[in-house]
C-alpha cells in the first residue's frame, strides 16, 4: 500500500497548495458569482494536478486490432477486411504498398459499406491512423475507390453505438505510390471503446468502396516499467521484454527474432517468475503480450500462465483467467515482423506489480520467454465522471444555500 499512500499524500499536497492560492479568491471576492467561478477553477486545477501527476508515465501507442468485420468483401483477388490489420502491404517504414491483392480490403459492390474494428479490450482512444485504399494497376491508380465521407462509431459492447465527434472526414484520398505513409486523425476528445466502426458514405469517384489499413491510438500505454526475472539465461534479461528493444515498423508493433539480445529467456520451473514494475499504482485494463520469436525456437514461448498483481511488491492477488483459471497466449511465428501479439483483459484491477508465473510453455521443457510486453491504463468508468461533474454541479449551490442562511 505505500504506493498506493505516496500518491494519495502527493495529490494532497499538490491539491493543498491549489488551495491555498484559490483561497484567497474568496477571501478577495465576496460576490456569489465570483466564489462560483473559484469553485469551478478548483476543480479544473485539481483535474490539471491530475493531468500533470500522469505526464511521462502515460504515453500514447498505436494498437492493432484483434479482429474486424466488414458489410461485404469483393469475392476475387483476396481483398478481404483482415488485409486493413495484419501488415500485408505495410513496410518497416509505415508505407503502404499499391498490390490490391491481399493487402486491402474492398467492398462486393457500390460506392457505400462499413468495416468494424475489435480491439480485444476498452481502451482509451484519441483517434486513429489510416491508409486509404492505395491501389495501383500497370500505370492505371484506383485511389478513388478509397473512403471519403464516414461517420465513425465507438463501442464498448459492440451493440449499442455513439458517434465519435473528431477531425477525421473527409479522408484524404491515397497516393498511389509505394510510398504512402497514410494520414493521422484525432476525436474531439478521448473516447472509451473496444469496437470502432467506420461507416463509409461515399468514395473518392470510385465504383468500389475500400481501405489498405487502419491502427487506433491510445494515450494509455504505460511508460517507464521495469522487468526483473527470477531465471535468466546467458544474460537475456527480463528488462528486454520492457524496453522496445527488437521492436519495429509502424508503432514499433512488429517484433523480430533476434533472441540473443532483444528478448528474455529463462529456465522452465515451477518458481519461474517475471516482475513488472509500473513505478506506481495504475488501473489497469490490459497487457499486450509479443510471445518468443526466436526462429525454430517459438516453442519456448508461453503457453499458459498465472497473472498475479500487488500493490506493494509483497502480497499477491492471482487474477482468475478464462482458461480454466489461467491465462493463455498464442505462439509466435518465429518469423521477421511478428505483430499479432495477445491482448489480454486484466479488467481494471489496480496494482503496481505485476507477476507472470506458473507457465506452461509451447513444448520447450528446458526453457521459457517472451519478446516484448505493454501495459494499458484502464479507462475511467462513467459512474466516476458523472460523480465528478455532479459534485461540480451540486457543491456551488450547497454553498449558496449555506450563505443565504447566514
Request: charged share 15%; glycine share 10%.
Given at each position: 500500500?505505500?504506493?498506493?499512500?505516496?500518491?494519495?499524500?502527493?495529490?494532497?499536497?499538490?491539491?493543498?497548495?491549489?488551495?491555498?492560492?484559490?483561497?484567497?479568491?474568496?477571501?478577495?471576492?465576496?460576490?456569489?458569482?465570483?466564489?462560483?467561478?473559484?469553485?469551478?477553477?478548483?476543480?479544473?486545477?485539481?483535474?490539471?494536478?491530475?493531468?500533470?501527476?500522469?505526464?511521462?508515465?502515460?504515453?500514447?501507442?498505436f494498437v492493432?486490432?484483434?479482429?474486424?468485420?466488414?458489410?461485404?468483401?469483393?469475392?476475387?483477388?483476396?481483398?478481404?477486411?483482415?488485409?486493413?490489420?495484419?501488415?500485408?502491404?505495410?513496410?518497416?517504414?509505415?508505407?503502404h504498398g499499391?498490390?490490391?491483392?491481399?493487402?486491402?480490403?474492398?467492398?462486393?459492390s457500390?460506392?457505400t459499406?462499413?468495416?468494424?474494428?475489435?480491439?480485444?479490450?476498452?481502451?482509451?482512444?484519441?483517434?486513429?491512423?489510416l491508409?486509404?485504399?492505395?491501389?495501383?494497376?500497370?500505370?492505371?491508380?484506383?485511389?478513388d475507390?478509397?473512403?471519403?465521407?464516414?461517420?465513425?462509431?465507438?463501442?464498448?459492447?459492440?451493440?449499442?453505438?455513439?458517434?465519435?465527434?473528431?477531425?477525421?472526414?473527409?479522408?484524404?484520398?491515397?497516393?498511389?505510390?509505394?510510398?504512402?505513409?497514410?494520414?493521422?486523425?484525432?476525436?474531439?476528445?478521448?473516447?472509451p471503446?473496444?469496437?470502432?466502426?467506420?461507416?463509409?458514405?461515399?468514395?473518392?469517384?470510385?465504383?468500389?468502396?475500400?481501405?489498405?489499413?487502419?491502427?487506433?491510438?491510445?494515450?494509455?500505454?504505460?511508460?517507464d516499467i521495469?522487468?526483473?526475472?527470477s531465471?535468466?539465461?546467458?544474460?537475456?534479461?527480463?528488462?528486454?521484454?520492457?524496453?522496445?528493444?527488437?521492436?519495429?515498423?509502424?508503432?514499433?508493433?512488429?517484433?523480430?527474432?533476434?533472441?540473443f539480445?532483444?528478448?528474455?529467456?529463462?529456465?522452465?520451473?515451477?518458481?519461474?517468475?517475471?516482475?513488472?514494475?509500473?513505478?506506481?499504482?495504475?488501473?489497469?485494463?490490459?497487457?499486450?503480450?509479443?510471445?518468443?520469436?526466436?526462429?525454430g525456437l517459438t516453442d519456448?514461448?508461453?503457453?499458459?500462465?498465472?497473472?498475479?498483481v500487488?500493490?506493494?511488491?509483497?502480497?499477491?492477488?492471482?487474477?482468475?483467467?478464462?482458461?480454466?483459471?489461467?491465462?493463455?497466449?498464442?505462439?509466435?511465428?518465429?518469423?521477421?515482423?511478428?505483430?499479432?501479439?495477445?491482448?489480454?483483459d486484466?479488467?481494471?484491477v489496480?496494482?503496481?506489480?505485476?507477476?507472470?508465473?506458473?507457465?506452461t510453455?509451447?513444448?520447450?521443457?528446458t526453457?521459457?520467454?517472451?519478446?516484448?510486453?505493454?501495459?494499458?491504463?484502464?479507462?475511467?468508468?462513467?459512474?466516476?465522471?458523472?460523480m465528478?461533474?455532479?459534485?461540480?454541479?451540486?457543491?456551488?449551490?450547497?454553498?449558496?444555500?449555506?450563505?443565504?442562511?447566514k
Open positions: 500500500m505505500n504506493g498506493l499512500r505516496s500518491s494519495i499524500r502527493q495529490s494532497m499536497a499538490a491539491g493543498s497548495v491549489l488551495l491555498d492560492k484559490v483561497t484567497t479568491i474568496f477571501v478577495l471576492r465576496e460576490s456569489v458569482a465570483m466564489r462560483y467561478l473559484s469553485f469551478i477553477l478548483i476543480v479544473v486545477a485539481m483535474a490539471s494536478v491530475r493531468a500533470t501527476a500522469e505526464a511521462g508515465v502515460l504515453i500514447s501507442d492493432r486490432p484483434v479482429s474486424v468485420s466488414a458489410s461485404s468483401e469483393y469475392p476475387y483477388s483476396d481483398r478481404k477486411a483482415v488485409n486493413t490489420i495484419n501488415g500485408s502491404g505495410l513496410n518497416a517504414s509505415g508505407q499499391t498490390t490490391g491483392t491481399g493487402e486491402m480490403w474492398m467492398n462486393s457500390g460506392t459499406g462499413w468495416i468494424e474494428y475489435d480491439l480485444g479490450t476498452p481502451l482509451l482512444l484519441s483517434g486513429f491512423h491508409w486509404n485504399f492505395n491501389m495501383l494497376v500497370g500505370v492505371t491508380p484506383y485511389t475507390r478509397g473512403i471519403k465521407d464516414a461517420e465513425v462509431l465507438t463501442s464498448l459492447d459492440g451493440v449499442n453505438w455513439s458517434s465519435a465527434a473528431g477531425s477525421y472526414s473527409p479522408f484524404m484520398e491515397a497516393t498511389g505510390l509505394p510510398t504512402y505513409a497514410g494520414e493521422d486523425y484525432s476525436f474531439a476528445h478521448p473516447t471503446a473496444r469496437y470502432v466502426k467506420i461507416d463509409g458514405q461515399n468514395t473518392h469517384g470510385g465504383d468500389y468502396l475500400g481501405l489498405s489499413e487502419t491502427r487506433f491510438t491510445t494515450p494509455n500505454r504505460i511508460s521495469t522487468a526483473t526475472a531465471s535468466v539465461y546467458s544474460g537475456r534479461v527480463g528488462q528486454r521484454a520492457v524496453d522496445d528493444s527488437g521492436m519495429t515498423g509502424f508503432g514499433l508493433e512488429r517484433a523480430d527474432t533476434d533472441f539480445s532483444t528478448m528474455w529467456m529463462g529456465y522452465t520451473g515451477t518458481d519461474t517468475t517475471i516482475t513488472f514494475d509500473l513505478q506506481d499504482v495504475h488501473p489497469l485494463q490490459a497487457v499486450r503480450v509479443w510471445n518468443f520469436n526466436g526462429a519456448r514461448g508461453i503457453e499458459t500462465l498465472d497473472i498475479a500487488s500493490l506493494d511488491g509483497s502480497s499477491y492477488q492471482t487474477l482468475a483467467g478464462p482458461s480454466s483459471g489461467h491465462f493463455s497466449l498464442s505462439e509466435a511465428p518465429g518469423a521477421l515482423e511478428y505483430l499479432t501479439a495477445d491482448m489480454v486484466l479488467g481494471g489496480f496494482a503496481r506489480y505485476v507477476r507472470f508465473t506458473g507457465f510453455t509451447h513444448g520447450d521443457p526453457y521459457v520467454g517472451l519478446s516484448e510486453v505493454r501495459f494499458y491504463e484502464a479507462v475511467p468508468e462513467p459512474s466516476t465522471l458523472v465528478l461533474l455532479g459534485l461540480a454541479a451540486t457543491a456551488p449551490l450547497a454553498y449558496i444555500r449555506r450563505r443565504r442562511k
